[in-house]
């Protein structure tokens, strides 16, 4: 069992930046597959980013490639999703998730999600 606490969520303004953390728990965190994913209002959940266990694996969504960076830190059970370059359509409410297996882009292959941080970019 994995419990996720995503935070680091806020309001900022357009070409600002933030760094979401998901600090997990369980003695098993380096062996999973990590992902973010974001909800805006009134649309579907999408896939941002993902890393795989080692952390030397990672994969970015078009709309957000060279703007966001996925990282983990194993010793400190925690994924990192720094956010460059703000702009307003990437506000969302941002989940963190774990997957036991190569994860991916669909959510319906993670295993455990956290409970979201908000994140509000103002034009």
């Known amino acids: 069992q994995v419990q996720l606490v995503e935070s680091g969520g806020g309001l900022v303004q357009a070409g600002g930046s933030l760094r979401l953390s998901c600090a997990a728990s369980g003695r098993t965190f380096s062996s999973y597959t990590m992902g973010w994913f974001r909800q805006a209002p009134g649309k579907e959940r999408d896939f941002v980013a993902r890393?795989?266990?080692?952390?030397?694996?990672?994969y970015y969504a078009d709309s957000v490639k060279g703007r966001f960076t996925i990282s983990r830190d194993n010793a400190k059970n925690t994924v990192y999703l720094q956010l460059n370059s703000l702009k307003s359509e990437d506000t969302a409410v941002y989940y963190c998730?774990?997957?036991?297996?190569?994860?991916?882009?669909?959510?319906?292959?993670?295993?455990?999600w956290g409970q979201g941080t908000q994140v509000t970019v103002s034009s």
């Open positions: 890393i795989n266990w080692i952390g030397g694996s990672t």
């Open positions: 998730a774990a997957s036991r297996s190569w994860g991916g882009t669909i959510g319906r292959n993670y295993d455990y």
